[in-house]
């Protein structure tokens, strides 16, 4: 379905919704879940795994990626980065890069910031990225497959 049709279906969802109808939706694009549901259920072969709002799925998940754009030695960032095998590097500017670090707890983040400050490196900006849907219900159909 093309843009405009995705968001007139998103609106004519919502005004049902608005109106106190329920609605159940099976889809497996992620995206147009978290914009229009107030609920989800996670399922898997059949199984349900998890239900919730959007917001409760997504803080259950530990982890959330620490995003930082850097100034200063690559090769220092990469050092920093070393303990952290799943963080991501990607160049920004001449000097200047954008990493993403899987961090799951504050101590985890101050280590990676001391790290970052003990070898001259700037941080121009930090913030945590929330997981979309598409992470969370790949992290809950991971674990239920262990």
Do not use: Y
Not at 11 to 32: K, P, Y
Not at 34 to 52: D, W, Y
Not at 61 to 66: M, T, V
Not at 82 to 109: M, N, S
């Amino acid at each position: 379905m093309d843009p405009v049709g995705r968001r007139e279906i998103r609106d004519v969802l919502r005004q049902l919704a608005a109106e106190g109808h329920t609605i159940f939706l099976n889809s497996h694009l992620l995206q147009e879940i978290e914009l229009i549901c107030t609920q989800v259920a996670i399922l898997n072969k059949g199984r349900l795994l998890r239900t919730g709002t959007v917001q409760e799925l997504t803080k259950a998940i530990k982890g959330a990626p620490l995003q930082l754009q850097l100034f200063g030695d690559r090769t220092a960032i990469e050092q920093v980065m070393a303990p952290w095998p799943a963080a991501t590097l990607r160049e920004a500017a001449p000097g200047a890069c954008e990493i993403e670090v899987p961090i799951t707890d504050q101590q985890e983040a101050d280590r990676l910031v001391d790290g970052l400050r003990e070898r001259g490196i700037s941080i121009f900006r930090m913030a945590r990225r929330e997981r979309t849907l598409e992470e969370v219900f790949m992290t809950i159909v991971g674990e239920a497959s262990r």
